[in-house]
Each structure stands twice: as structure tokens, then as C-alpha cells.
């Protein structure tokens, strides 16, 4: 595992037990998925990488915009489906068919394969990266290395 996501693996699990909260980012107090990541990435590199607009719950389902995938795309390297990595951003389908709406950072791979993410009506938690899970996964994405 890279250093960048030991980082990223031990800041999200500082956020494990924070309340999932809609729309929120606030560390203990509470954390949608989006605001997990955010959380993440303010504790490694300092600032978040862009404003983030208001969101609803269905996530650009109606329009069909895979709005997630476009801004990790901006901000972090996608990776193939082979190349699993500990401290991956992980982008799930909750539905076939529908957006990617759901993030994680894989926490463990291999046998023990676990990721973090908040989930409404469990907060942020560490879950084995199970098979129903597994499925659902749209993409991976490593981390950036910070500049010199």
C-alpha cells in the first residue's frame, strides 16, 4: 500500500461511529457518503479539491448524469477493475441501471476485503467488501500523491 493511502485508509477510519447526516461532513457529528470522502480528503491534503453543490437524494438519477464518476474523474485516477488497492474510492451502483450514488474507500482487500462508507441508518462503519457489494462496484479510483 502506498503511503498516500495508509493515509487515506487511517483518516476514514477516524470517522468510523460519526452519525450518517444528509448533505453533512462534520466528523462525529454526522456524514452522508460524499461528506465521508470529503472529510477524508480535508484530513489528508488539507482543503477540499472543489465546492460541492447541493444534492438531493436521488443524485442525478432523473437527469442521468453520472455526476460522482464526472468529479472523481477531476480529481483522483481511475483505476481497472484489476487493480484493487487498499485506500481506493470505490463508486457503486445501488441499482443496475442507475448512477453510481455511493461511495467508499476500500479499507482491506484479498480474503478480508472491507471498505468504509457512511450508509444511512448506520453512520460510518467498516463492512466486508462482500460479494452483494462487490457487484455493485462502478469504478475504483486511487488517490493522488501529493506535489512536491
Known amino acids: 500500500?502506498?503511503?498516500?493511502?495508509?493515509?487515506?485508509?487511517?483518516?476514514?477510519?477516524?470517522?468510523i461511529?460519526?452519525?450518517y447526516l444528509h448533505q453533512a461532513s462534520a466528523l462525529g457529528a454526522g456524514a452522508d457518503c460524499l461528506g465521508l470522502l470529503r472529510g477524508v480528503w480535508?484530513?489528508?491534503y488539507g482543503r477540499e479539491p472543489e465546492a460541492v453543490p447541493v444534492y438531493g437524494w436521488d443524485w442525478s438519477e432523473v437527469s442521468g448524469e453520472e455526476r460522482l464518476w464526472?468529479?472523481?474523474?477531476?480529481?483522483?485516477?481511475?483505476?481497472?477493475a484489476g487493480e484493487a488497492g487498499?485506500?481506493?474510492?470505490?463508486?457503486?451502483?445501488m441499482?443496475?441501471?442507475?448512477?453510481?450514488r455511493h461511495?467508499?474507500?476500500?479499507?482491506?482487500?484479498?480474503?478480508g476485503a472491507a471498505f468504509i462508507h457512511s450508509y444511512s441508518g448506520h453512520g460510518v462503519i467498516e463492512s466486508?467488501?462482500?460479494?452483494?457489494?462487490?457487484?455493485?462496484?462502478?469504478?475504483?479510483?486511487?488517490?493522488?500523491?501529493?506535489s512536491l
Do not use: K
Open 1 to 15: 500500500m502506498t503511503a498516500i493511502a495508509s493515509e487515506v485508509v487511517a483518516e476514514a477510519r477516524r470517522w
Open 17 to 19: 461511529g460519526t452519525p
Open 42 to 44: 480535508r484530513g489528508v
Open 70 to 80: 464526472q468529479a472523481a474523474r477531476r480529481h483522483l485516477a481511475e483505476r481497472g
Open 86 to 93: 487498499a485506500g481506493d474510492l470505490l463508486l457503486f451502483r
Open 95 to 100: 441499482r443496475t441501471g442507475a448512477v453510481a
Open 103 to 111: 461511495l467508499g474507500i476500500a479499507s482491506d482487500i484479498g480474503a
Open 128 to 146: 466486508p467488501l462482500s460479494a452483494a457489494w462487490a457487484r455493485r462496484i462502478a469504478a475504483r479510483f486511487s488517490f493522488p500523491e501529493r
